[in-house]
C-alpha cells in the first residue's frame, strides 16, 4: 500500500441504504437507471461497512435512499452505529414513520431526521411527488416533535415552488422547525432529465432571496435557514464535496462507493464494491476517489488558477453534463471557455415552453427502465447550443 499520510480520512459517510422509494419525485438525485442496481447489502454486510468506516475516523453518518425506512433493519444499523460513536441523522420522506417506529429509532440512539415536503401546500406537494401524502407528512412533523427529536425540514425548490417560499417558511415555523434547508435542485440524476422543466428565472430566484433574507432578519435564531444559491446563477463554482476524495463516502444500496451522491453518471471510472475491498483500501488506493483528488488532473484555465484551492475546479458531474468531460473546468465558472452553456441553460427558462411536449418525468420504475435501454447517444452532453 502506498504511503497515505497526507491524505486525511472520510469524515461523512452516507449510507444509501435503497433506491426503493414510495415517492416519485422529479428531482431525485438518484441515476435515472436506478433498477440496474437494484441489488442490497444485507444487514450483515452493512455493519461491516460502519465498523470499517467508523475505524478510519468517520465522524457523521447518514442513512437515506430512495426511502431507508422500507429497510426493516434501519433501528439495528442505528444501535450499531451509536455503539460505535457516530453522529447519525435519518434522511426521510415520511412514509412508514409511526409513533412506534420514532420510539424505536429513539431508543437505538438517532440523533435527528431530516424530514422532506415538497412543497407547503397539499396540491403541489402532493403533484410533484406524484402521490397524496402531504397530510401524512404533517402528522409525522408532529410526532418527530412529539419524540423530541430536533426538527429538521428540508424542501427541494425549483421553479414551480420558488414563489411560495415564504409559506414554506410559515410551514417550518408552525411546525416548531429548528433548521429549515429550502434546498435549491442541483440538476444531476432526474433533476437533470426534467431541467428544462424545473428551472427557475433568475427574477424568481432574486425573489425567493428577497423574502429568505427578511424572514432571518425577523425570526433571527428561532429557525435557521440553509439557502444556497443554486449553481447555474452564479460565477463561480462551489466546492463540489469540498473536494473530491477529501470528505464525503457514499455507499450505493449494491455497495458500489461514490465520491459524491451522483458520481455514478461519470463514464470512464469503476466505483470499487464494500464486497470487494475494504473501505481504507477503496479510500486510499482506488483510482474512483483519486482520480480528481487535488489538482494533477485539472486543465486549464483550473490549473493555473489561483482560486483552484479554494472551488477545486468545481463540480466534476455538472462538468461532465454540461461539456462530456468530467476533468473540464465546471463551466459555471465565468472564466470556463464554455460559461456559455450555462448561460443558454438559464435563459431557456425565460422562455414560454409548452408541457404538453416537454412533460415531467416522474422517479418510477417504468421511467427508470426506460432511460436503462435508451442508445448512448440519446444520453450524450448537450451541445452549447442548447
Sequence with gaps: MSDTSGIAPPLWLLAELTYRCPLHRAFCYNPVNYTDHSSELTTDQWLGVLREARALGTAQLGFSGGEPLLRDDLEVLVHEARQLGFYTNVITLGIGL????LGALKAAGLDHIQLS???STQELNDFLSSTRTFDLKNRVAKSVKAHGFPMVLNC?????????????IDMALAMGAEYLEPANTQYYGWAHANRAQLMPTAEQLRDAETVVERYRSEIGDRCKIYFV???YFEERPKRCMNGWGSVFLGVAPDGATLPCHTARSLPGLTFPNVKDASIQEIW???DAFNRFCGFDSMKEPCMSCEEKVSDAGGCRCQ???LTGDPANADPVCAKSPLHERVINVVHQATLKRDPDLQPIMFRNDANSRSMSRRPAKQNAPPRSDL
Excluded at 98 to 101: E, L, P
Excluded at 156 to 168: A, E, F, Q, S
Design 156 to 168: 427541494v425548490l425549483h421553479r414551480y415552488n420558488l414563489p411560495h417560499v415564504d409559506k414554506i
Design 319 to 321: 462538468a461532465y453534463v
Design 229 to 231: 444559491v443554486p449553481d
Design 284 to 286: 486510499y488506493e482506488s
Design 117 to 119: 415536503f415538497q412543497d
Design 98 to 101: 409511526t409513533d412506534k417506529r
